[in-house]
C-alpha cells in the first residue's frame, strides 16, 4: 500500500499522522519491547492514562496496533499493516537515494581534481 493509499482513508487511518506525535512514537517503542496493558503504558509516560487511551485509538486507527481483550484488561500490541506501510515507503526513498549515492560514487574519480 503506498502513502497516497494511506492517506485516502484519511487523517484518523494514516500512519504518517500517527506517527506525527512523539506520544505516539513512545508508545510504539515500548510495545516494540513486548506486549502491555494500557496501565502499563501509561505509567511509562508523562500523559494521563486518558491522553494515552486517545493515542492508542488512533495508532488503532492507523493500524499500528491491536487491542486483545483479557478479562477486564486491554493489552495492547503492535501490528504489521500500518507498520509495512511506513517501511515500505521509507524503503522506497531510501533505496532511491542509497542508489543515486552508489551511482555518483562510482562516477567520481577522487584524484580527478588533481
Known amino acids: 500500500m503506498g502513502r497516497q493509499e494511506a492517506r485516502s482513508a484519511g487523517p484518523a487511518g ?3 499522522d500517527a506517527l506525527g506525535d512523539p506520544n505516539r512514537r513512545e ?6 519491547q513486548g506486549d502491555k496493558p494500557v496501565a502499563a503504558i501509561a505509567a511509562a509516560m508523562t500523559i494521563s ?6 493515542h492508542l485509538r488512533l495508532l488503532k486507527d ?3 496496533v491491536t ?3 483479557r478479562g477486564t ?6 501490528q504489521d499493516e500500518g507498520l ?4 515500505a515507503y521509507l524503503e522506497g526513498v531510501w533505496g532511491d537515494a542509497a542508489t543515486r ?4 560514487a562510482e562516477n567520481t574519480d577522487p584524484l580527478a581534481d588533481r
Open 101 to 104: 549515492f552508489r551511482l555518483l
Open 27 to 32: 508508545i510504539l517503542r515500548l510495545l516494540s
Open 84 to 87: 509495512d506501510t511506513v517501511k
Open 73 to 78: 484488561r486491554r493489552i495492547y500490541h503492535l
Open 49 to 54: 492514562r486518558p491522553a494515552v487511551s486517545r
Open 62 to 64: 492507523a493500524r499500528m
Open 14 to 16: 494514516d500512519p504518517f
Open 67 to 69: 487491542e486483545e481483550a
